[in-house]
């Protein structure tokens, strides 16, 4: 940077994602402003010496009108991005607790969807990892290691049957890539029953392979090979990865989302080295997309994740039955 350049300074941007009844608040950005035109979630910037959730507070009455416990505000994603003439930090908080009827105090145009109806190219760029962050679980669940095609698709049933998770990848390494093949098109029928998303594990030719799968989730040796998004952009794609450069390169090919560990010691490598939350933590600080806290993790490790800035968990343990 030359002597006559200016450091661009980073805005601290708080984000409402106010839920009620399975829809979330949105509205239409003036067309005066930066982004004018655009839809976006309520919120504004942090003011100096303001905690972020005061900000949501102020915000979202100044927006809409409601009233927010601040007690009520959970964190959801920090997004920082670049837009050229300005660099945004989103902090992005969720509530269902809002009081009151939604207006436009500011004259802004406002309406209530499904996170299925938000779609990229309505919002400013930076919020594209928002919408993923809504539409994805909390918990992303992974199937268990079975030696043959009958037990994994018995012990896919009780688990579907058990804790019924909205997203299954299907991991089953013991497997040949023939017997998977035939795995994966058993499991979606069995997964659609009970309105599960089937995520299929492997590289692109997994994919390729297997129609109707709802995604692909690559490993990080097969993610190294990509300099580009694999899969189509209505589809989800997931990757495996371990440390901040893998992130980077995740990001870069297009993911959706990353799995990111191991957090814990685990029983399949007892001895390895684990992340910590505090690593965790620091890593997901610089991700711009959602990350799932990944190794010797249980649903009581959830809201640790969250408030450590994860999507959530992924894991086997928290619902596949045991062998």
Not at 27 to 36: E, K, L, S, T, Y
Not at 123 to 132: C, E
Not at 172 to 194: D, F, I, W
Request: glycine residues 10%; aromatic residues 6%.
């Amino acid at each position: 940077m030359s002597a006559r350049e200016t450091p661009v300074k980073e805005v601290h941007v708080a984000v409402a994602v106010i839920v009620r009844d399975g829809r979330v608040l949105i509205a239409r950005r003036p067309d005066h402003v930066h982004q004018g035109g655009l839809l976006e979630f309520p919120g504004g910037k942090v003011e100096p010496g303001e905690t972020v959730q005061a900000a949501l507070v102020r915000e979202i009455a100044e927006e809409t009108g409601l009233h927010v416990p601040a007690g009520s505000l959970e964190p959801v994603i920090g997004i920082r991005h670049d837009y050229g003439d300005k660099r945004v930090f989103l902090d992005v908080w969720e509530t269902s607790a809002a009081e009151g009827e939604a207006r436009g105090c500011e004259g802004q145009p406002v309406e209530w969807l499904t996170p299925e109806q938000l779609r990229d190219e309505d919002f400013p760029a930076a919020n594209r990892p928002i919408i993923r962050a809504l539409r994805l679980p909390r918990q992303l669940a992974i199937t268990g290691s079975e030696n043959g095609l009958e037990p994994a698709l018995a012990h896919l049933q009780e688990g579907l049957s058990a804790a019924r998770p909205p997203l299954v990848l299907l991991r089953a390494p013991a497997l040949s890539p023939l017997a998977y093949r035939e795995l994966a098109a058993n499991a979606l029928p069995v997964c659609e029953k009970t309105g599960a998303t089937l995520i299929v594990h492997g590289g692109p030719e997994v994919f390729r392979a297997i129609p109707g799968a709802h995604g692909l989730h690559l490993p990080w040796r097969e993610a190294a090979k990509l300099s580009a998004r694999p899969v189509p952009e209505d589809v989800w794609l997931g990757v495996s990865c371990h440390d901040r450069q893998e992130i980077d390169h995740a990001t870069a090919i297009g993911a959706d989302y990353v799995t990111l560990g191991p957090v814990q010691p685990t029983e399949s490598h007892p001895g390895a080295p684990t992340l910590g939350w505090s690593v965790f933590a620091d890593l997901v600080s610089e991700a711009v997309l959602p990350v799932f806290a990944l190794g010797g993790l249980s649903p009581g490790d959830l809201r640790e994740a969250r408030q450590r800035g994860g999507q959530g968990i992924a894991g086997i343990r928290f619902w596949w039955p045991q062998s």
